[in-house]
């Protein structure tokens, strides 16, 4: 069993920055693929960024491309979302997932086995 807890999150203005944290416990997650997602109110959780098992490979979405990068530390169970440049749109509580095995093609929710509860972030324009 792996929990997840996500920190970081907050209220930035436009073109601002922010860095999402997921501390993992109960188990080592360096064999785990971990993402990012994020959900806004009344529609479906959407990928963000996924990284493989030892961060060597990671991939995003279009929408974030070139402005997110999520990367992850192993030794201390933690996997990070740097957020820059951000804009309205990206406002949404986002979710940290992890699951055993995987591969950088897992972008779906159904793919993933354990979740976070979660972190509000919230771009003022």
């Known amino acids: 069993q792996v929990t997840l807890v996500e920190s970081g999150g907050g209220l930035v203005q436009t073109g601002g920055s922010l860095k999402l944290s997921c501390a993992a416990s109960g188990r080592s997650i360096s064999s785990y693929t971990m993402g990012w997602f994020r959900q806004t109110p009344g529609k479906e959780r959407e990928f963000v960024a996924v990284?493989?098992?030892?961060?060597?490979?990671?991939y995003s979405a279009d929408s974030v491309k070139g402005r997110f990068t999520i990367s992850r530390d192993n030794a201390k169970n933690l996997v990070y979302l740097q957020m820059s440049s951000l804009k309205p749109e990206d406002t949404a509580v986002y979710y940290c997932a992890a699951v055993g095995g995987g591969n950088l093609y897992y972008r779906r929710v159904s793919q993933y086995d354990f979740w976070g509860q979660g972190t509000q972030v919230t771009v003022s324009s």
């Open positions: 990284i493989d098992w030892n961060g060597a490979l990671t």
